[in-house]
């Protein structure tokens, strides 16, 4: 059984930054694909950035490149998103998800979720 439990979510106004953090119950990250997918109210749920199995390479939606990163730390199995320069449209439920299949994680059907953290940007 795999858990994730979401954490460092709040609010901020524009501009602002916040890091989310994900602690996985899985023995051994390199197994797993790791993302962050986000959901507003009144919208599907999006993915957002992943990060590969290894570690060795990330990938991010468009309208965050540059200003969200996705990164990990092995040695305590936490996944982490730094979240720069926010925006009010990055107003949404934020959740961390996991599993072995890349396609899988980006199209939402991943096995394993966290309960998710409410991130609130206002202008």
């Known amino acids: 059984q795999v858990e994730l439990v979401e954490s460092g979510g709040g609010s901020v106004q524009a501009g602002g930054s916040l890091r989310l953090s994900c602690a996985a119950s899985?023995?051994?990250?390199?197994?797993?694909?790791m993302a962050w997918l986000r959901q507003s109210p009144g919208k599907e749920r999006e993915w957002v950035a992943i990060?590969?199995?290894?570690?060795?390479?990330?990938d991010y939606l468009d309208s965050v490149k540059g200003r969200f990163t996705i990164s990990q730390d092995k040695a305590k199995n936490t996944v982490y998103l730094q979240m720069n320069d926010l925006k009010p449209e990055d107003t949404a439920i934020y959740y961390c998800?996991?599993?072995?299949?890349?396609?899988?994680?980006?199209?939402?059907?991943?096995?394993?979720w966290g309960q998710g953290t409410q991130v609130t940007v206002s202008s």
């Open positions: 998800a996991a599993d072995t299949v890349y396609s899988t994680v980006v199209t939402g059907r991943s096995r394993y």
């Open positions: 899985i023995t051994d990250t390199r197994s797993y694909y």
């Open positions: 990060i590969s199995a290894s570690g060795g390479s990330t």
